[in-house]
Structures are given as C-alpha cells and as structure tokens.
C-alpha cells in the first residue's frame, strides 16, 4: 500500500469537525427554564452571557484557523501536533463555559475560563508559526504587499494592535 500523506485539506476537515463537536457540546449544555414565561429567562443571564462569549470566542478561532491553513503546502508532523495541541485547548472551552455560569461568574471559574483563553492562543501561535512556516513570503501574505508609506504603515500597526485582522476577521 502505498504511503499517503495526510494534506492540509484533510487537517482541515478533520479540524471542522471537531469544533462542530465543541460547538454541538456546548449547546446541549443548554437548558431551557422551569416556567413558560419571560421573567423565568432572568436568572438564566450568567448562563446566556457565558454561551454567547464562547460561541463567538470558538467562531473567531475557527474562522483564524481556516485563514491560517490556506498558507499550508503540506501537513507536516509538526503542523498536525501543534493542530492537535490548539484543538485540545479549544476543547476545554465548553468544561470552563459551564462552571463558569453555574457559578453566576465567580472568581475562581472566571480565573480558569481566562486561563483558558491564554492556552489557546498560545497553543495558536504555535500553530500559526508551523503553518506560516510553509509561506512563500510571509509580509506578502499577511497583507502588507509591497506598498509603501501611509498603507503600509496603516497595515502593519492594524496588524499589531489587531492579530485577527491579518486573516480577515475585523
């Protein structure tokens, strides 16, 4: 049998499929209220806030994460554990969301759930430099072409005070 490489297509999908699974984890985490009425959703608040954080925190990384593999030739070893590694992290994001409004957002739990946060974007930079690794040229790719002056600069610190805008999330 031949040797197949696994490609960047395939770390892909894969990668699809388990924040479909992450996402899917925490909406049956949800649960409706008690009461058929409009005040029973009140104390429903810490909860909502968690999810609705979450959601999008999970939607920015997933959208950085598509960006990001466009740049990959090749689906190196190192690429696939750091895949691996970023993906776990994300994983933990549901666990942390529940506690986190179970508790009506008490210290320890924020603490963990910002923790959280802190291990996948380190886990995403890891990922980002195997991925970016594979670039042809990286200031090109990131947007920064070869203009000169005003743009240029205007790019660059976007690209600074802003990470996400490099792969088109604003």
């Known amino acids: 049998m031949p040797n197949k490489k696994t490609t960047p297509e395939r770390l892909e999908m894969f990668s699809d499929a388990v924040f479909a699974v992450i996402i899917t984890i ?3 985490d949800l649960k409706p209220p008690a009461e058929a009425t409009l005040k029973a959703l009140l104390p429903l608040w810490p909860t909502a806030l968690s999810y609705v954080v979450s959601y999008f925190f999970i939607a920015i990384i997933w959208v950085n994460h598509h960006h990001l593999l466009r740049f990959t030739h090749e689906a190196t070893a190192q690429l696939i554990w750091w895949n691996f590694a970023h993906l776990f992290m994300v ?3 549901p666990a942390t ?3 986190m409004a179970a508790t009506k957002l008490a210290a320890a739990p924020v603490f963990v759930y910002a923790l ?3 291990l ?3 886990a995403y930079i890891a990922f980002e430099r195997a991925s970016l690794s594979q ?3 990286t200031i090109s790719l990131l947007g920064c072409g070869e203009s000169r002056g005003f743009d240029h600069i205007w790019r660059s610190v976007c690209s600074v005070l802003h990470p996400p805008s490099r792969f088109g999330v604003l």
């Open 26 to 28: 925490m909406v049956l």
């Open 116 to 118: 959280v946060f802190v």
């Open 91 to 93: 994983s933990l994001v």
């Open 120 to 122: 996948v974007e380190t």
């Open 97 to 99: 969301t529940v506690w």
């Open 135 to 137: 670039a042809s040229d």
